[in-house]
């Protein structure tokens, strides 16, 4: 008796030879060996992003950093009202400077009530307070001293203007605001140049690292003031002192203190333009009948 039954038929199954892969296999090994060297880029690709991110950041800082003081030099300060076409072109920095009022104003000069202020000073190597060598000297001593060449190694704000004056024959206390001042030495024929120092300081300010460097107090004071565009030489201070004290002579409320000595300031960076530079000639001064 024969018995019903179904059944599948397969087809046979290719074989293939010892170590022959089949089709569309793809090792291990392979897939492992390209992702590893997919994640090595990616991770110097974040590497040189991040980088690149640091480095704009940094350069974004410095960017505005120099923004900053480009602006303090090209929109000049207007704390001074000027009384001539030529005091009109002048233009002055927009940095710290040393605090003042105004108490009389002539046609040739003003006077002024100088608040005290702190000065970092050193003597002048040259024999004129304008020589090139000697102004550059000092200027970059003082400078050094400023931005960081100190006790503390601080880096203080730039002021204007720098003083340059004739140095007394008695002790002298200076304080440190701007301009920066050249003076002469009457009796040693020296002059001295001076920064104004920033006033958040007051007299807590960090000595000089270099002993030529002085920090001083400069105590409230009178002076008569005769400002002038141009680049300052000692013949064209010469003539600018004769004449100041010359009509002060006339003035009828003030007059020229026994022992002062010139003092210039100069407000503007070497790059400004001759005509639209400010400089001062000064002179301390005393009220006729009383103390200054």
């Given at each position: 008796?024969?018995?019903?039954?179904?059944?599948?038929?397969?087809?046979?199954?290719?074989?293939?030879?010892?170590?022959?892969?089949?089709?569309?296999?793809?090792?291990?090994?392979?897939?492992?060996?390209?992702?590893?060297?997919?994640?090595?880029?990616?991770?110097?690709?974040?590497?040189?992003?991040?980088?690149?991110?640091?480095?704009?950041?940094?350069?974004?800082?410095?960017?505005?950093?120099?923004?900053?003081?480009?602006?303090?030099?090209?929109?000049?300060?207007?704390?001074?009202?000027?009384?001539?076409?030529?005091?009109?072109?002048?233009?002055?920095?927009?940095?710290?400077?040393?605090?003042?009022?105004?108490?009389?104003?002539?046609?040739?000069?003003?006077?002024?009530?100088?608040?005290?202020?702190?000065?970092?000073?050193?003597?002048?190597?040259?024999?004129?307070?304008?020589?090139?060598?000697?102004?550059?000297?000092?200027?970059?001593?003082?400078?050094?001293?400023?931005?960081?060449?100190?006790?503390?190694?601080?880096?203080?704000?730039?002021?204007?203007?720098?003083?340059?004056?004739?140095?007394?024959?008695?002790?002298?206390?200076?304080?440190?605001?701007?301009?920066?001042?050249?003076?002469?030495?009457?009796?040693?024929?020296?002059w001295k140049m001076s920064?104004?120092?920033?006033?958040?300081?007051?007299p807590d300010l960090p000595?000089?690292?270099?002993?030529?460097?002085?920090?001083?107090?400069?105590?409230?004071?009178?002076?008569?003031?005769?400002?002038f565009p141009g680049l300052?030489?000692?013949?064209?201070?010469?003539?600018?002192?004769?004449?100041?004290?010359?009509?002060?002579?006339?003035?009828?409320?003030?007059?020229?203190?026994?022992?002062?000595?010139?003092?210039?300031?100069?407000?503007?960076?070497?790059?400004?333009?001759?005509?639209?530079?400010?400089?001062?000639?000064?002179?301390?001064?005393?009220?006729?009948?009383?103390?200054?």
């Amino acid at each position: 008796m024969a018995f019903p039954c179904s059944y599948t038929v397969r087809p046979p199954r290719a074989v293939r030879a010892r170590g022959q892969r089949p089709r569309g296999f793809r090792p291990a090994l392979t897939v492992v060996a390209a992702g590893t060297r997919a994640s090595g880029a990616e991770a110097r690709a974040s590497l040189v992003l991040a980088l690149a991110s640091q480095a704009l950041a940094a350069s974004q800082r410095r960017a505005a950093d120099l923004v900053t003081e480009a602006t303090k030099y090209a929109f000049p300060s207007s704390r001074f009202e000027p009384r001539t076409l030529e005091e009109a072109l002048m233009s002055v920095p927009d940095l710290e400077t040393v605090p003042f009022r105004v108490l009389k104003r002539e046609v040739e000069y003003e006077i002024r009530e100088v608040e005290s202020y702190y000065v970092a000073e050193t003597v002048m190597s040259g024999r004129t307070g304008f020589d090139f060598n000697g102004s550059s000297q000092s200027f970059n001593v003082l400078a050094s001293y400023l931005f960081g060449k100190n006790t503390r190694s601080k880096q203080m704000e730039m002021t204007t203007p720098v003083f340059t004056r004739k140095g007394e024959t008695g002790g002298e206390k200076m304080d440190m605001t701007t301009p920066v001042i050249t003076k002469k030495s009457a009796d040693e024929n020296k002059w001295k140049m001076s920064f104004v120092m920033p006033s958040k300081y007051g007299p807590d300010l960090p000595q000089a690292k270099d002993p030529s460097v002085t920090i001083k107090e400069v105590p409230s004071k009178i002076i008569a003031v005769v400002a002038f565009p141009g680049l300052v030489t000692d013949d064209d201070i010469s003539q600018r002192e004769f004449r100041l004290r010359e009509a002060l002579q006339k003035d009828t409320q003030y007059r020229v203190k026994e022992d002062s000595v010139v003092e210039v300031a100069q407000y503007n960076p070497p790059f400004t333009l001759p005509f639209t530079r400010r400089n001062e000639v000064a002179f301390e001064v005393e009220r006729l009948g009383g103390t200054s």
